[in-house]
């Protein structure tokens, strides 16, 4: 409640989104720590810049006068990973001439 409060700035998870049909791509803060609402952060554009770049601290849409920290949250575990490159082996295999698998 106190000024420190104030001055210190909450930290924001946000989340990579593209935005469908162009190269640009936004953080997307899902729940403002201050608002509770969402706001979208331009990361740049899909081949030139570092989304990584704009993470850190930057004014809160809803209130300039404060900073929040945009920041990744932490990652869950996937198995994924292995899934898509099994699969991409495959399809990599399959112009090789010895694939009798079909
Ligand atoms: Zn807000």
Do not use: I
Request: hydrophobic fraction near 25%; proline fraction near 12%.
């Amino acid at each position: 409640m106190g000024k420190k409060d104030r001055r210190t700035p909450q930290p924001a998870f946000v989340t990579l989104r593209d935005l469908p049909g162009t190269r640009v791509m936004f953080w997307v803060v899902g729940e403002c720590p201050y608002c509770g609402e969402r706001h979208l952060h331009p990361a740049g554009n899909l081949r030139t810049a570092d989304p990584g770049e704009r993470l850190g601290e930057v004014p809160a849409p809803c209130d300039p006068g404060r900073l929040y920290d945009l920041q990744l949250p932490p990652r869950p575990q996937r198995k994924k990973g292995k899934e898509a490159r099994k699969k991409e082996r495959r399809q990599g295999k399959a112009g090789s001439g010895w694939d009798l698998d079909e």
